[in-house]
């Protein structure tokens, strides 16, 4: 009886002690920018808040500036279970889903305001649902800002991008939208962009004030105009399997603690819309072309039929209800 009850003991002391020690959850963050960046910073955020709230439970360990993938191949790393969390660029979904082209349309949003407020409503929120059927799961959109032309002359008018040379992200949207100005798009990863401007590979390429900073792509760019053509976001995404097998109150606090962050990111990519840009100008390595609202009207005119090029993919009741939000 003793070497039983002594066994039993044994069993609960050894058992407890796996409960004791039993490792954290590890969720790996994996995207392709800076630190510095909103996106950089809030994942960083949302580092530190899981660290606070669940100690021992959960540990978020962020990968920034491609070290583990790039935005090409973090989603079917994460189908694999190699990366729990990541925000790719909205562009990077259309093997996915077709609707989330919506958000690279050229002049489709005037303002990041506007493009809070459709992302904010039933409709922007049921397309965070549009990648279930895949395996993947929206958690949030992530602001970066409006987007902004540079290159290596003067853009002011669509004529000015003739036959160059513009580094997209993989979207047929952004495809279109520079044919239509007759230049050429090259698909091509955002680590490398750096490189292709300063050795005069590409042309130019489009962003926002954030990332054209942080990545000094103004140190290369002589000029960069800001156009305000068109926004780019990122989404949160994770996997539906590491999703639902979070245990439901640790993935509840998880969720509250990336809500907290993403804010945190959304107000600093406003901020830096405005200090990056003025820190830009302040170098004097490149010069900002503020276009006439005229010479903006004829970028309008050139790409705005991309719109119906991509309707029925993206459907149009959707492209009208985002215009709609610019009231």
Do not use: C
């Not at 960083?44 to 191949?73: C, H, I, M, T, Y």
């Not at 902004?148 to 669509?158: G, K, N, Y």
């Not at 279109?176 to 962009?193: C, M, N, R």
């Not at 996997?239 to 439901?248: H, I, R, T, V």
């Amino acid at each position: 009886m003793r070497l039983l009850t002594a066994a039993v003991t044994t069993m609960a002391l050894t058992f407890g002690a796996t409960v004791a020690t039993a490792a954290p959850v590890e969720i790996k963050f994996s995207h392709v920018v800076a630190e510095n960046t909103p996106k950089g910073q809030m994942a960083n955020k949302f580092a530190e808040l899981v660290a606070e709230r669940l100690p021992g439970q959960v540990e978020v360990k962020v990968f920034p500036s491609s070290q583990l993938f790039g935005d090409n191949k973090v989603l079917e790393a994460m189908l694999l279970g190699d990366v729990q969390m990541a925000a790719p660029s909205l562009s990077k979904f259309q093997k996915y889903t077709k609707s989330l082209q919506l958000f690279d349309l050229p002049f489709l949003f005037r303002d990041m305001a506007a493009v809070e407020r459709f992302q904010s409503s039933a409709e922007g929120q049921e397309m965070l649902k549009a990648l279930e059927s895949k395996g993947l799961v929206g958690l949030g959109y992530l602001h970066n800002g409006m987007k902004q032309l540079s290159a290596s002359t003067p853009l002011r008018v669509p004529a000015d991008a003739n036959g160059k040379k513009f580094r997209i992200m993989t979207s047929d949207v952004l495809h279109a939208q520079f044919e239509a100005v007759d230049a050429v798009p090259l698909k091509k990863p955002f680590s490398e962009v750096f490189t292709l401007l300063q050795t005069k590979a590409i042309d130019g390429q489009e962003n926002t004030w954030s990332n054209i900073y942080s990545k000094k792509f103004f140190e290369v760019q002589p000029y960069i105009t800001e156009s305000n053509h068109g926004v780019l976001d990122y989404m949160v995404v994770t996997s539906a399997e590491f999703w639902s097998d979070l245990d439901a109150d640790l993935r509840s606090e998880v969720k509250k603690a990336l809500d907290e962050a993403i804010a945190y990111g959304n107000s600093i990519a406003a901020e830096k819309a405005s200090s990056d840009k003025q820190a830009i100008i302040d170098s004097k390595r490149s010069e900002v072309v503020e276009i006439t609202d005229a010479e903006r009207e004829q970028w309008v005119a050139a790409m705005k039929p991309v719109w119906n090029q991509f309707a029925d993919e993206i459907g149009a009741d959707l492209i009208k209800a985002a215009e709609a939000a610019n009231q």
